[in-house]
């Protein structure tokens, strides 16, 4: 055990492995706050899923374009398609691809949030949400002509909900 050392705050003799004083509840110098991890955590899981979606997006840059004239069955021209993309829960910071393929962001969005797109078939399609509430669920889908193809769901504080996929 090691040598007791008094609190910089009251005086009281403590163990100096101790987070915080017995006496007064002052935390040791240096000690991490509670939740600090979870937050760098959560920021740096954030960063590599752009980074990932970056390269995914770099990676189909090529793959753009139509082919074919005409109306198919969803109304909209040969080889376009309706993309929607829809976020449920408390509030969240958003990152999506829009219909001309850059990434969007979107701060403190007020949900239920949803945003349409007409693509063409290759176009990767993107939608992340973190949950900014302190509690609660977030949860996001991509629609593709009305039908929900990805879907994903995180519950608690600053989770991260991603659907992402290619259009046929």
């Given at each position: 055990?090691?040598?007791?050392?008094?609190?910089?705050?009251?005086?009281?003799?403590?163990?100096?492995?101790?987070?915080?004083?017995?006496?007064c509840?002052?935390?040791?110098?240096?000690?991490?706050?509670?939740?600090?991890g979870?937050?760098?955590?959560?920021?740096?899981?954030?960063?590599?899923l752009?980074?990932?979606?970056?390269?995914?997006?770099?990676?189909?840059?090529?793959?753009?374009?139509?082919?074919?004239?005409?109306?198919?069955?969803?109304?909209?021209?040969?080889g376009?398609?309706?993309?929607?993309?829809?976020?449920e829960?408390?509030?969240?910071?958003?990152?999506?691809?829009?219909?001309?393929?850059?990434?969007?962001?979107?701060?403190?969005?007020?949900?239920?949030?949803?945003?349409?797109?007409t693509?063409?078939?290759?176009?990767?399609?993107?939608?992340?949400?973190?949950?900014?509430?302190?509690?609660g669920?977030?949860?996001?889908?991509?629609?593709?002509?009305?039908?929900?193809?990805?879907?994903?769901?995180?519950?608690?504080?600053?989770?991260?909900?991603?659907?992402?996929?290619?259009?046929?």
């Amino acid at each position: 055990m090691s040598d007791l050392i008094d609190c910089p705050k009251c005086g009281y003799k403590r163990d100096p492995d101790a987070e915080r004083c017995a006496n007064c509840g002052a935390r040791r110098p240096g000690a991490r706050g509670r939740g600090q991890g979870c937050l760098v955590a959560a920021v740096l899981v954030g960063g590599l899923l752009v980074a990932l979606f970056l390269v995914l997006l770099i990676a189909g840059a090529g793959e753009h374009g139509t082919s074919g004239s005409g109306t198919a069955s969803n109304g909209l021209p040969y080889g376009e398609h309706r993309v929607d993309y829809q976020v449920e829960g408390c509030q969240a910071d958003l990152t999506y691809t829009s219909a001309e393929g850059a990434t969007e962001q979107q701060r403190d969005a007020q949900l239920p949030w949803s945003q349409t797109l007409t693509a063409p078939s290759g176009f990767f399609a993107y939608i992340s949400a973190q949950n900014t509430c302190d509690y609660g669920t977030v949860d996001c889908r991509i629609r593709l002509d009305g039908n929900t193809v990805k879907y994903a769901e995180s519950t608690g504080a600053y989770v991260i909900a991603s659907c992402s996929g290619r259009v046929p």
